[in-house]
């Protein structure tokens, strides 16, 4: 059953209904065709010390897939107050990567609670994935796959699955392997269904197989699913050894991630990981307030620049009126040139051999947006400025204003488009060279060329 977004409320009220008045039975059915994930975001709305009560309410499997839809905190407060019993259904129940995925969001003393309530081959294939770093592929594989024995035939292939297949991530796609467990190629559960029972996994698998290093970044792995339309993809050790999978779901959970990271470092914040309304007033505080104070102090150099330019100020004072103007134009263009080579970036468009090649194309870019604004501005300057507001504003000042808008178009890009490549190129994260930094150094740079055509027009 689908519902849309706004009928959701009559379900939460009719759910708190149901628990104020203890009618369980009808609010376990009112969930019974739900989803998964709408199941944890009715939960979730609910008041907190019905959760329990809900999740109790779920039959075994179902609760397991909900419980990995919910966020952090609620998970952390369902598994505190779970008995030994109780926890170790939800984690029997959960595929490997999602129980990974969990405990890293876990404080230490609930993840000693997991690990203990674990089976000891669940716990040490956790063990083993954790060990490998925070975003590399290793730590969002699965070992819930099935490899095939490159002479197994058809026949035995199908008989393997039909024992093992019930606990594994996905039967869709299987990976053949030789005795050492070197990953040789694979086959489709299509491939195996179609093939003559007696052919052997050498002579149905498809060898053109691309996999991933358990120590390649996340995000790197993640964009090869977007590129050759993956469901999965084999990860293999530096001896090109089977040891796990990454499945479709985990390469859009890293995306979606790392794609909130960059939006959050373009805007200025540090990361975070929690939904904003789950997120408290002090940890968004802690978020924001590092990066303002940088660009806070950051901008006393443009403070600087205007000190010193002061007597220049006092003799023509309707320069003043478009210090804003300026400052603002330049560090819109500079973002816009930022945003977009960012994003080439981290689509792996963009690289440090491109340099030459966008640098060009921001300069001519540069040069027609600047003369475009300067002429539009030189029009508005003498008949809104000058006519409607009076302004003192003279051909040479007008020039003095329309000529800077030109230069300060063109180091803006120039800045914009070159700052992330050679960030990239220095191992930092493209993503912190975005708006608000380009700004502040965009901002200096528009000052310094608006002071220097004051000077050489305006003779002060």
């Known amino acids: ?13 009719r759910m708190e209904s149901y628990l104020k008045e203890k009618k369980y039975v009808e609010a376990r059915d009112t969930l019974t065709d739900l989803e998964p994930v709408d199941i944890a975001y009715i939960m979730e709305s609910l008041p907190e010390d019905t959760i329990p009560v809900v999740f109790r309410l779920l039959p075994k499997e179902p609760a397991a897939e909900v419980f990995v839809e ?12 779970f008995s030994k019993s109780e926890l170790k259904e939800v984690i029997d129940e959960l595929y490997l990567d999602d129980a990974v995925d969990i405990i890293e969001e876990m404080p230490a003393n609930v993840v000693r609670r997991i690990l203990a309530t674990a089976d000891p081959e669940t716990r040490k294939n956790i063990n083993n994935i954790l060990q490998y770093p925070e975003d590399s592929t290793g730590s969002i594989m699965t070992t819930e796959y099935i490899d095939l024995k490159i002479n197994l035939t058809v026949e035995d292939a199908l008989k393997k699955i039909r024992r093992v297949g019930q606990d594994m991530e996905t039967i869709n796609v299987m990976y053949v392997v030789d005795v050492d467990r070197h990953l040789l190629g694979y086959v489709s559960i299509r491939t195996l269904l179609l093939a003559d029972e007696h052919d052997t996994m050498k002579e149905i698998m498809d060898d053109n197989i691309i996999s991933a290093s358990t120590l390649d970044d996340q995000e790197e792995t993640a964009r090869k699913f977007e590129k050759y339309d993956f469901l999965t993809m084999p990860v293999v050790d530096k001896e090109n050894r089977l040891v796990g999978i990454v499945t479709i779901d985990d390469a ?29 007033i002090m940890e968004t505080v802690k978020s924001r307030i590092p990066w303002l104070l940088l660009l806070m102090v950051s901008a006393t150099f443009t403070g600087q620049i205007i000190s010193s330019f002061e ?3 006092a003799a023509v004072t309707v320069l003043n009126a478009y210090i804003p103007m300026l400052m603002d134009t330049g560090g819109n263009g500079g973002s816009q040139a930022s945003v977009t080579v960012i994003r080439g970036i981290s689509l792996e468009e963009i690289t440090l051999k491109d340099l030459a090649k966008v640098i060009w194309k921001e300069i001519r870019v540069a040069v027609v947006v600047g003369i475009i604004l300067a002429c539009c501005n030189f029009v508005k300057l003498m008949l809104v400025d000058t006519m409607l507001f009076h302004n003192p504003i003279t051909l040479t000042v007008a020039l003095v204003i329309c000529t800077t808008l030109v230069f300060t178009v063109f180091a803006a890009k120039l800045v914009g488009c070159s700052l992330p490549i050679f960030a990239k190129a220095l191992g930092f994260d493209p993503a912190v060279m975005a708006s608000p930094f380009i700004t502040t150094i965009v901002d200096a740079i528009s000052l310094l060329i608006y002071f220097q055509f004051a000077r050489m027009f305006l003779h002060l």
């Open 70 to 81: 919910l966020d952090s905190d609620s998970q952390e407060s369902l598994i505190k107050g």
């Open 311 to 313: 007597d220049a100020l």
């Open 252 to 280: 859009i959970d890293v995306l979606t991630e790392e794609t909130t990271e960059d939006i959050e470092k373009m805007a200025a914040i540090a990361p975070t990981y929690k939904p904003y309304l789950n997120t408290g």
């Open 1 to 13: 059953m689908n519902y849309q977004k706004e009928n959701f409320q009559d379900l939460i009220e």
